[in-house]
């Protein structure tokens, strides 16, 4: 089964299609959907193309990982499910996962673990899981399958990428608007500008932590026009002002940094120096 074949909304199908064919698929991600059995088949479907050893578009349908993995054979693909009940996703299942994940792919270039009812993880198996997300293996993808990413403690849910296909994000009109003021002012990436469109968080962490998320909602944008890709919505045309004025590459080096500011906003690091850090990066990302 293809991207093409599920029924999630277009929006997500290019996403998750321009995040396997860009070659960086995210370590850590949340497959956020209220339906279970259509979470499932999109995380089988990724899955799937991460295992592929066709060429061109993935999932090919025809490599014998694709074969493996539609037989639910494919021994780099591995299911664990927590029960249905808060709490039933244990621990003792997390150290398990833990200690498989340092062991190197039997076939494919990565493994991938399908986590169902991750939603259900008690606290201390999130915590045991943190530990490998922190510093994952290079060759493994957790896909962490869940109807509402709230689920997660906010460590888990900082070092994820989230695919969501409720439209469930929940839109924070000040996020956006300094999202847009930030977006906007980079493609002018004179330091200046950027400044100005950062010090809306300068005594405000909440806005920052909350305007990371819609930034790399831009970028992702971006990056799916730089690959022929349509986009619409709130950020089309900050995302078309980015893809024009900004490579793949660099667009990828952004959403890294982003994720790299998020991670040291949970570790309490100084605020006002990481508000630097930001900018500096970002400008170095986009080439100035
Ligand atoms: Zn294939």
């Not at 498989?100 to 039997?106: G, S």
């Not at 920052?208 to 819609?214: G, M, N, Q, T």
């Amino acid at each position: 089964m293809g991207f093409d074949e599920l029924s999630v909304s277009d929006a997500l199908k290019e996403t998750l299609s321009c995040a396997v064919s860009s070659g960086r698929f995210p370590h850590a991600s949340i497959f956020e959907d209220e339906d279970s059995e259509r979470l499932k088949l999109t995380a089988v479907c990724v899955a799937t193309a991460l295992v592929c050893t066709g060429e061109g578009e993935k999932p090919c349908g025809m490599c014998l990982g694709c074969m493996k993995a539609r037989s639910d054979c494919h021994p780099d693909i591995r299911v664990f499910t927590g029960g249905d009940t808060p709490n039933s996703f244990k621990v003792e299942t997390v150290r398990e996962i833990r200690s498989d994940a340092y062991i190197v792919p039997n076939e494919a270039e990565r493994k991938v673990y399908i986590l169902e009812n991750a939603n259900n993880m008690s606290a201390q198996a999130q915590n045991a899981l943190l530990k490998i997300l922190e510093e994952p293996p290079e060759s493994v993808c957790f896909l962490l399958l869940t109807p509402d990413r709230n689920a997660f403690l906010q460590t888990v849910l900082s070092r994820c990428v989230v695919f969501s296909q409720g439209g469930g994000r929940k839109v924070d009109e000040e996020a956006v608007a300094a999202a847009k003021a930030f977006a906007d002012a980079l493609p002018e990436a004179n330091e200046f500008s950027l400044m100005s469109a950062t010090s809306v968080f300068e005594k405000d962490k909440a806005l920052l932590r909350a305007v990371l998320p819609e930034l790399e909602e831009i970028f992702r944008l971006a990056v799916i026009l730089k690959s022929g890709g349509s986009c619409e919505g709130e950020y089309t045309q900050q995302a078309q002002k980015l893809a024009a004025s900004q490579t793949t590459v660099s667009l990828m080096k952004m959403m890294d940094c982003l994720r790299d500011i998020s991670q040291s906003i949970d570790r309490n690091e100084n605020y006002n120096l990481l508000i630097t850090r930001l900018c500096a990066d970002m400008r170095r990302a986009s080439g100035r």
